[in-house]
């Protein structure tokens, strides 16, 4: 069984035992084992799409010039999934390269909360005091996205999508424009066009989500600049 880590904090977890059959963290007991971040290929994303029972998101179309750089699972040591994040870079975002990680998860995971650099695994009630910053399409649904206060070297927003939380972590900050309401996502265990998409180098954001993860906390949602 490959190493294992915290969905929550990326330190590597205790593995299943006689006595705790879950996977285990030392600071935060039990947890989705987050397992390595791997290249994006058709065939794996087929994979994963078949055995999962979240969402796995890609934007619909993929702007040009958007590259698909990787994706990360958290499942229970079963085999289930609690999470999936798939990782872009492009250009166009902003002012020059970007790097996109967008996750759909089961409340209490943790993993987007860790790639937005906050410090709780949840969005808290402050977070949705407001209305949304931005309205974008999950398949053939409308949905509401509010930004979290997250470290200033990126920005983060987040939503509910078919009963779980749906991520989307941008850096660097500038990045606000990625998410507007012409974005549509389109879930890969329905919605093959991904099998067409352009795959580039593993994006370390993906790779690394631990990096600079303290943070303020959420926030009110603010609006569109």
Same mark, same amino acid.
């Given at each position: 069984?490959?190493?294992?880590?915290?969905?929550?904090?990326g330190?590597?977890?205790?593995?299943p035992?006689?006595?705790?059959?879950? =996977?285990?963290? /030392? #600071?935060?007991?039990?947890?989705?084992?987050? !397992?390595?971040?791997?290249?994006? &290929?058709?065939?794996?994303?087929?994979?994963?799409?078949?055995?999962?029972?979240?969402?796995?998101?890609?934007p619909?179309?993929?702007?040009?010039?958007?590259?698909v750089?990787?994706?990360r699972?958290?499942?229970?040591?079963? !085999?289930?999934?609690a999470?999936v &994040?798939? !990782?872009f870079?492009?250009?166009?975002?902003?002012?020059?390269? @970007?790097d996109?990680v967008?996750?759909?998860? #089961?409340?209490?995971?943790?993993?987007?909360?860790m790639?937005?650099g906050?410090?709780? /695994?949840?969005?808290?009630?402050?977070?949705f005091?407001?209305?949304?910053?931005?309205?974008?399409?999950?398949?053939h649904?409308?949905?509401?996205?509010?930004?979290?206060?997250?470290? @200033?070297?990126r920005?983060?927003?987040?939503?509910? &999508? *078919?009963?779980?939380?749906?991520?989307?972590?941008?850096?660097p900050?500038?990045?606000?424009?990625l998410v *507007?309401?012409?974005?549509?996502?389109?879930?890969?265990?329905?919605?093959?066009?991904?099998r #067409? =998409?352009?795959?580039?180098?593993?994006?370390?954001?993906?790779?690394a989500?631990?990096?600079?993860r303290?943070?303020?906390?959420?926030?009110?949602?603010?609006?569109?600049?």
């Amino acid at each position: 069984m490959p190493d294992r880590c915290c969905s929550r904090c990326g330190r590597q977890v205790l593995p299943p035992t006689l006595l705790h059959h879950e =996977y285990r963290c /030392p #600071q935060h007991g039990e947890v989705a084992g987050l !397992g390595p971040a791997i290249p994006f &290929a058709p065939a794996e994303t087929d994979r994963l799409a078949a055995r999962s029972d979240l969402p796995i998101w890609f934007p619909r179309p993929l702007p040009v010039p958007w590259l698909v750089t990787g994706l990360r699972c958290a499942e229970d040591p079963r !085999g289930r999934v609690a999470a999936v &994040a798939v !990782g872009f870079t492009g250009r166009g975002l902003s002012d020059g390269p @970007s790097d996109v990680v967008i996750v759909a998860e #089961q409340p209490g995971c943790g993993l987007g909360a860790m790639f937005a650099g906050l410090a709780e /695994p949840d969005p808290g009630a402050d977070c949705f005091a407001g209305p949304a910053a931005s309205r974008i399409r999950t398949g053939h649904r409308s949905t509401g996205l509010w930004s979290a206060d997250a470290p @200033s070297d990126r920005v983060a927003f987040v939503g509910e &999508a *078919d009963g779980n939380w749906l991520w989307i972590i941008g850096w660097p900050d500038s990045a606000w424009s990625l998410v *507007d309401d012409d974005l549509r996502l389109g879930d890969a265990r329905s919605d093959v066009a991904y099998r #067409q =998409y352009p795959a580039g180098a593993l994006n370390p954001r993906l790779a690394a989500p631990g990096a600079n993860r303290s943070g303020p906390g959420l926030r009110p949602p603010r609006g569109k600049p």
